[in-house]
């Protein structure tokens, strides 16, 4: 899996980029790295610590907010719910061993999906800056309902109007790359909303807003599936 992905990589108009450019950095661009690093030193001496946290979080709250809520849905929903979707078409022979489970482990639980955004045009992305990308975020609340109408097996409140395996399908695909694919770009673009002397506490601030998804995911996966 390592492989392709560094393959995939290799391939992308932006890793070429990069590498050419890092072989043939001028003079000036040293200099100007010179003075980012003198900036960054002036800053850890001269600047609370805490100050700092707080101007970076108002500038990448929107971004942290969004990672966050991307893992809280997928953990909430996978794999407490998404693992007890039985097949219809098995019809209790014991096919949906072999046909919704190893699916259920490939796209989201072996991240197979994130590989897929390094292949897409970087001009067709949103921006940093863009209200496109929090949006796409907050609509993936839509896969909590949907995968409770699913055949989750055993139920108790909610009907199944999507029974059949094909939406079960259909569904774990767009929820495995929607995950991959829009909490890259949070990450990627978190950092950059700051100056470059501040990325790294920006980017230590983007970790911890995405453990804190996966902590409150997991803490209402019980209770999502408890209401199906």
């Known amino acids: 899996m390592w492989f392709t ?3 995939v990589l290799f391939h992308q108009e932006f890793f070429q980029y990069f590498m050419e450019s890092n072989g043939s950095r001028s003079a000036d661009e040293e200099n ?3 003075l980012l690093k003198k900036g960054y030193k002036a800053d850890r001496h001269g600047t609370n610590i805490d100050n700092v946290v707080f101007v970076l979080s108002n500038q990448i709250w929107v971004m942290a907010l969004s ?3 991307i893992f809280t849905v997928t953990i909430g929903t996978f794999p407490a719910v998404t693992a007890e979707v039985k097949s219809t078409v098995a019809n209790g022979t014991g096919w949906d061993i072999c046909h919704l489970f190893p699916l259920h482990i490939l796209l989201p639980g072996l991240n197979l999906c994130p590989i897929l955004p390094l292949c897409l045009p970087l001009h ?3 921006g940093k800056d863009s209200i496109l990308l929090p949006v796409l975020c907050g609509l993936r609340v839509i896969f909590i309902p949907l ?3 699913c ?8 009907p199944v109007p999507f029974a059949h395996d094909a939406w079960y399908i259909i569904f ?4 495995s790359f929607s995950n991959g694919y829009l909490a890259s770009l949070c990450m990627c673009f978190g950092p950059k909303k700051v100056p470059q002397h501040q990325a790294e506490t920006a980017g230590a601030i983007m970790v911890f807003f995405l453990s804190l998804g996966l902590a409150l995911g997991a803490a209402i996966s019980f ?5 199906i």
């Open 223 to 227: 209770a999502i599936r408890v209401l």
């Open 172 to 175: 774990m695909i767009l929820f």
């Open 67 to 69: 990672v966050c809520f």
């Open 147 to 149: 995968f409770m109408l």
């Open 124 to 126: 067709d992305q949103p």
């Open 32 to 34: 100007k790295m010179d």
């Open 151 to 158: 055949n989750v097996q055993p139920r108790l409140y909610l």
């Open 5 to 7: 992905m560094m393959v």
